[in-house]
T-cell receptor, first 115, second 116 residues
Framework: AQSVTQLGSHVSVSEGALVLLRCNYS??????LFWYVQYPNQGLQLLLK??????LVKGINGFEAEFKKSETSFHLTKPSAHMSDAAEYFC?????????????FGTGTKLQVIP | GAGVSQSPSNKVTEKGKDVELRCDPI?????LYWYRQSLGQGLEFLIY????????KSGLPSDRFSAERTGGSVSTLTIQRTQQEDSAVYLC??????????????FGPGTRLLVL
């Protein structure tokens, strides 16, 4: 069975500092991995996804994530935080070829950016 | 349409009543997905459609939940005999196809359901 663990339900960073949101997954087959973002009072948005191939995945708004099979991790990073990055971020995993269906979400990490 | 739309945006109902939630995907998107976001359960995948077909309904929480899609476009999620634990935001998303993760997924604004 697939599962996702997001370490830290709340993360605070200073504006301009590195953003690191942690995600570890469990999957019985090669996984498809996703990061979603939910801005305050807005809908969900796909940030980036890993399917196959290159393990460093670049997404929107300067975010990227690296798939590390040996560590079963898919951490999300951004070199310099902006105030507009304050949101809740969800990591997700799917074992289904194609990926979007039957995803399992993590519990989310709320990112606070301090001016 | 320009984006995924959902209606109603808010729904308050009494326990035991049936509700229907509607999703209009982006025109031309053959894949459609339903999710639920609640305080108790977090984000959950419910069901997806490829065209009018839902290959796997195992994500639906109980047999009170059903979904259909007609004409490869609009989808309706129906909850019968609503319970208070059904209170959540129901999200719909669509993509060009379900088997190709090169495709980007687009979400609607959600329907906030409150069961009293």
């Amino acid at each position: 069975a697939q599962s996702v663990t997001q370490l830290g339900s709340h993360v605070s960073v200073s504006e301009g500092a590195l953003v690191l949101l942690r995600c570890n997954y469990s999957s019985s087959v090669p996984p498809y991995l996703f990061w979603y973002v939910q801005y305050p009072n807005q809908g969900l948005q796909l940030l980036l996804k890993y399917t196959t191939g290159a393990t460093l995945v670049k997404g929107i708004n300067g975010f990227e994530a690296e798939f590390k099979k040996s560590e079963t991790s898919f951490h999300l990073t951004k070199p310099s935080a902006h105030m507009s990055d304050a949101a809740e971020y969800f990591c997700a995993v799917s074992e289904t070829p194609g990926g979007y269906q039957k995803v399992t979400f993590g519990t989310g990490t709320k990112l606070q950016v301090i001016p | 349409g320009a984006g995924v739309s959902q209606s109603p945006s808010n729904k308050v109902t009494e326990k035991g009543k049936d509700v229907e939630l509607r999703c209009d995907p982006i025109s031309g998107h053959t894949a459609l997905y339903w999710y639920r976001q609640s305080l108790g359960q977090g984000l959950e995948f419910l069901i997806y459609f490829q065209g009018n077909s839902a290959p796997d309904k195992s994500g639906l929480p109980s047999d009170r939940f059903s979904a259909e899609r007609t004409g490869g476009s609009v989808s309706t999620l129906t909850i019968q005999r609503t319970q208070q634990e059904d209170s959540a935001v129901y999200l719909c998303a669509s993509s060009l196809a379900s088997g190709r993760t090169q495709e980007t997924q687009y979400f609607g604004p959600g329907t906030r359901l409150l069961v009293l």
